[in-house]
């Protein structure tokens, strides 16, 4: 039985902070298959295409028939343990200061025997089903999780080493005036967040959801503006040793393309807001989240960068939006780059149109605010590193990978 | 076909160290240097060479034939980890029989500097790096618990029998100088140790450590003219990645070729006097036992419990300590089994001779890819009458 996590004590400023370590991440380029999956929260192994068997580890060629068509597909993940062992003694470092962890053989039904971490409540021989994670460095990895649903399942040590869990974690919510900066805070702290820091431009101005949002519990509102960069150096320096999660909610949705518009305001500000926004955000709150990336149960753990799916391929309605977010995920990727040393995911999060007032005039399918939040607060639950949500991003995603090109023409 | 009139001869151990700021090619220079010396041969008369080595890179075989001077016409490099040495003889055998070369030099030699075994593991194989490395970075130790907890689960071991093959190895190794383990082994030692990766725990895994061994392969007639003492090759067998679909294993190639390997020898297990296993963890010295034919599968544990395997037991085994004794001097490791059975087979060991040998079986065992060895090979010597 998983023993439930426990509040972290307050930190004593005299010690040093544990500074992030992180398992070997070098993979073969065909083993970066399995990182695809498990960035998107999936199960994928190879599969034959000529004599369907399912390979692992990840192979070149077929080992029952030599061919070489063997994409990752979806496949079933039971299996059972054959064998477990607990490492006491390692040569890396990260496992060393671990130690003891434990790690077994499974046989899935699908065929292969795979080594995996085992979740705490897997016992030798029992069924599990094998879940695909990215590890504190954001290589992707094999957990045998238990069959059924444990309690507290999510609180294992070396399960929540993979996960950006809210638990007992800090997050900060750099926009509340808008649904989604509000409908975020609300799924923090139903998550179990401890602190629910909820930035907040000119907070003198009254906006709606005030009320309601200073009343969910463990939110602290705090004065935050993304495209004030002092604004955003000195609430770092208020708070920045204490934030664990980044959900950057600062949003600025505008119609139009390039030739209606007259002039660079708009642009500017779009990319004020969401490009020049997320550099601030990460230049001032960045460091130190890389640097806490291992301070025990609250570590810093994401960077959870909220993305119109038109960042893949321009919408011209929303041209000029489009475009921002196309700049913000581009920043978004090299933050990853600059972060995973620290143990520290970045979740792009990508939707179509939301229900706000900025896509009035568009038509269903569109993504409520309480809805992104649950399943970003889920996504960092399983530790994945990218998200669709709704319809439309998924519609988006899955004919971006067939044709880009037919998609360039029909968004068009 | 059988081996006419091939020999195995001088092999050369050059004593082990724990750590050595020395490179791989000064371990295989030394056991080269020596190897010469014991057959009475100039460097130039060495024309095949076959090598092994982890730690050589980034050379090859090649490479290391300008760095020694060395003008061979048969050249090979055999990298199986501890299958190495019986894959080398196996090789040089035919090349010599088949008239390619006239003396060919086996050596496997590894360095081992401070944080040479660690660099290895990281990089010891694709799979490792993908599938294995990740997992908690326990080396081949994690992966043989594996193995060992099926292996007792399957077939009842306890921890007691495998301890019992490592007390009496001890005892067989107090008598070699190059061992790195030289204080007596008792069995409460072994079951008290310090748990490395459940179930094994310190004694059941090997010390690495920096070493280098060799062996000369020649004509009979050749060996006789140089006055030196030498065995005959009676059988070998080799095999790579047997029984691919065992979940866990639980036998080693050996078991694929085993009828081969006493036919083409002409004697059977029983006829064995000494056996000389590749011992990276007792429970591989226990599918040995078990998969040549010494006993029938999952009959290994009782077979311990029913033999002593010191030097004067009823079943000499790892007669030099094996490396759980001696160190793991990487792909060295290899060539333990072959030097000590054939100095023990020319009456000329370096420890306690066993008494009247005439037959030895050697046998080799290496390369954790993934989950599992996938080299195997032994061979069956046989003492000139």
């Known amino acids: ?315 011209p309605q929303y041209g000029g939006y489009s475009a921002a977010e196309a700049a913000a995920l581009s920043a978004a990727q090299c933050l990853r780059a600059e972060l995973r040393p620290g143990g520290v995911k970045v979740l792009n999060v990508f939707f179509g149109p939301l229900e706000t007032e900025w896509f009035q005039t568009v038509p269903p399918p569109k993504v409520a605010p309480a809805a992104l939040a649950r399943a970003v607060v889920q996504a960092l639950q399983r530790g994945q590193e990218e998200l669709f949500v709704g319809d439309i991003a998924q519609d988006i995603r899955a004919r971006l990978a067939v044709n880009p090109k037919a998609l360039e023409r029909e968004l068009g | 076909m059988a081996y006419d009139g091939i020999v195995a001869c001088a092999p050369v151990t050059v004593s082990y160290r724990r750590f050595s700021i020395n490179s791989a090619h000064w371990w295989i220079g030394r056991a080269l240097h020596d190897l010469t010396r014991a057959a009475g041969i100039k460097p130039s008369d060495i024309d095949g060479l076959i090598l092994s080595s982890f730690t050589l890179a980034p050379d090859t075989a090649v490479g290391v034939t300008q760095h020694l001077g060395l003008t061979p016409r048969w050249l090979d490099h055999a990298p199986f980890g501890g299958a190495c040495g019986i894959v080398a003889l196996r090789r040089a055998a035919r090349a010599v029989q088949c008239g390619d070369a006239q003396f060919v030099a086996c050596v496997a030699g590894d360095t081992n500097h401070v944080d040479s075994f660690r660099k290895t593991l990281t990089t010891f194989s694709r799979f490792a790096q993908d599938a294995v490395y990740p997992y908690g970075s326990g080396g081949a130790n994690a992966c043989f618990a594996l193995i060992t907890k099926n292996y007792m689960n399957l077939y009842g071991a306890r921890r007691e029998d495998f301890g019992k093959l490592c007390v ?108 000389e296993t590749y011992d990276d963890y007792p429970v591989i010295v226990t599918m040995q036992f078990e998969d040549l034919g010494f006993c029938h599968k999952g009959e290994g544990p009782e077979f311990i419990r029913s033999h002593d395997f010191t030097v004067d037991g009823s079943f000499p085994h790892n007669t030099s300590g094996g490396q759980l004794s001696t160190g793991q001097a990487g792909a060295a490791g290899g060539y333990l089994g072959l030097t000590e059975a054939t100095r023990q087979l ?40």
Request: with cysteine.
């Open chain 2, 346 to 385: 020319t009456g000329k060991p370096i420890g306690h001779a066993v008494k009247d040998a005439k037959i030895a079986a050697v046998s080799g065992f290496g390369m954790i890819n993934y989950d599992r060895g996938l080299s195997s090979g032994a061979a069956v010597l046989a003492r000139a009458s």
């Open chain 2, 168 to 275: 009496d190895q001890r005892d067989n190794a107090l008598a070699i100088p190059f061992a790195m383990m030289k204080k007596p082994l008792t069995l409460d030692e072994y079951m008290n140790a310090r748990p490395i990766s459940d179930p094994l725990h310190l004694f059941d895994c090997v010390m690495p450590c920096a070493g280098a061994e060799a062996i000369l392969v020649c004509r009979e007639d050749v060996a006789r003219s140089l006055h030196v003492p030498f065995v005959r090759l009676l059988a070998t067998i080799e095999r790579h990645n047997a029984f691919p679909d065992d979940p866990i294993q639980y036998r080693g190639g050996w078991a694929m070729d085993v009828d081969e390997l006493w036919q083409m020898a002409g004697v059977t297990p029983s006829d064995v006097d000494l056996l």
């Open chain 1, 1 to 315: 039985m998983t023993r439930p996590l426990e509040p972290p004590k307050r930190k004593n400023p005299l010690k040093k902070t544990k500074q992030p370590l992180y398992p070997q991440s070098i993979r073969s380029r065909t083993a970066q298959g399995l990182t695809a999956a498990a960035a998107l929260g999936r199960f994928e192994l190879q599969k034959c295409l000529d004599c369907d068997a399912v390979i692992y580890p990840p192979r070149d060629v077929c080992p029952k028939c030599l061919s070489a068509r063997v994409p990752f597909v979806p496949v079933r993940n039971g299996g059972q343990v054959l064998a477990e062992t607990t490492i006491r003694t390692s040569t890396d470092p990260y496992f060393r200061e671990r130690t003891p962890w434990r790690t077994g053989l499974t046989k899935l039904d699908v065929g292969p025997v795979v080594l995996s971490h085992l979740h705490g409540d897997v016992r030798e021989g029992a069924r599990v089903r094998l879940d695909l994670r990215l590890d504190k460095g954001g290589a992707p990895v094999m957990i045998a999780l238990p069959d059924q649903e444990t309690q507290h399942m999510a609180d294992d040590p070396q399960l929540r080493e993979m996960t950006c869990d809210p638990k007992f974690r800090r997050a900060l919510i750099t926009d509340g005036r808008g649904a989604v900066g509000q409908a975020m805070a609300q799924a923090f702290s139903e998550a179990g967040a401890s602190i629910v820091f909820v930035g907040v431009a000119d907070p003198w101005k009254p906006f709606p959801g005030q009320d309601a949002l200073s009343k969910i519990s463990c939110v602290e509102i705090v004065p935050l503006d993304v495209t004030d960069s002092e604004s955003v150096t000195e609430q770092a320096e208020q708070i920045g040793g204490r934030v664990d999660i980044i959900v950057n909610t600062a949003e600025h949705v505008r119609p139009g393309g390039i030739m209606q518009r007259h002039g660079l305001t708009v642009a500017r500000e779009e990319m004020d807001i969401r490009y020049f926004g997320l550099l601030r955000l990460a230049q001032a709150f960045g460091p130190g989240m890389r640097a806490r990336g291992a301070d025990g149960t609250n570590s810093a753990a994401a960077f959870v960068n909220l993305l119109s799916v038109h960042a893949l391929m321009n919408w």
